[in-house]
């Protein structure tokens, strides 16, 4: 299984600014994905990233307030940007394992204020 | 399109007694059928996967779940709880045969167990 690490673990961050989070992962891989998981909420894709191509956002998310990098085949970006107390969650890259299931990193837990 | 309901948002248990996490799917497709597992200010682990072999699918830690076409279900099931259980549990579903490889998550089941 691969090994997914993200920084930063946490966060608290001011309303009006931008984190941005980073996801590695120890092996190649061809997609990555970003999940948002609110407080006491079930996780909902943010958007898919492979590497070379634009980002696909699910429904109700938007580049403008989510850009995504993904440069290589180890690693990813997320920024929330434009920050409100609404985008305090968690957020959790993983990875596609090949065999449907996917693996997840620890997540970053924003908290904006 | 895909999606998840896990019919009980809090089950509690005594510890050394049975486990039961219901859920049940919908599917257009073939469905790859998932229980995750988060403990408390932890990742996300796989506990087991359904991927149309065996219906019955052991997991980690004792847990199994088994797949009912015909009652459209995946219930997570485990014969004796411990207090290590004590987590949250999330059902997820991804279609085979859709392309691509998103995962719907259910709304979470949490356990808890009862010394």
């Known amino acids: 299984s691969a090994v997914i690490s993200q920084k930063p673990s946490r966060d608290i961050c001011q309303r009006g600014t931008s984190l941005t989070i980073q996801c590695q992962v120890d092996?190649?891989?061809?997609?990555m994905f970003w999940y948002r998981q609110q407080p006491g909420q079930s996780l909902t894709l943010i958007a898919t990233?492979?590497?070379?191509?634009?980002?696909?956002?699910e429904s109700g998310f938007v580049i403008d307030k989510f850009p995504i990098s993904r440069p290589n085949l180890t690693f990813s970006t997320l920024t929330v940007s434009n920050m409100s107390p609404e985008d305090s969650s968690i957020y959790l890259c993983?990875?596609?394992?090949?065999?449907?299931?996917?693996?997840f990193g620890p997540g970053t837990r924003l908290t904006v204020t | 399109a895909q999606s998840v309901t896990q019919l009980d948002s809090h089950v509690s248990v005594s510890e050394g007694t049975p486990v039961l996490l219901r859920c049940n799917y919908s599917?257009?497709?073939?469905?790859?059928l998932f229980w995750y597992v988060q403990h408390p200010n932890k990742g996300l682990q796989l506990l087991l996967k359904?991927?149309?072999?065996?219906?019955l699918v052991k997991g980690i830690n004792g847990f199994e779940a088994e797949f009912k076409k015909s009652e459209t279900s995946f219930h997570l099931t485990k014969p004796s709880a411990h207090m290590s259980d004590a987590a949250e549990y999330f059902c997820?579903?991804?279609?085979?045969?859709?392309?691509?490889?998103?995962?719907?998550f259910g709304k979470g089941t949490r356990l808890s167990v009862i010394a």
């Open positions: 990233a492979n590497q070379g191509s634009e980002a696909t956002y």
């Open positions: 359904y991927t149309s072999a065996a219906t």
């Open positions: 997820v579903v991804s279609d085979l045969d859709s392309g691509n490889t998103p995962l719907v």
């Open positions: 993983s990875v596609d394992s090949g065999g449907y299931e996917q693996y």
């Open positions: 092996s190649q891989v061809t997609m």
């Open positions: 599917s257009s497709y073939s469905p790859s």
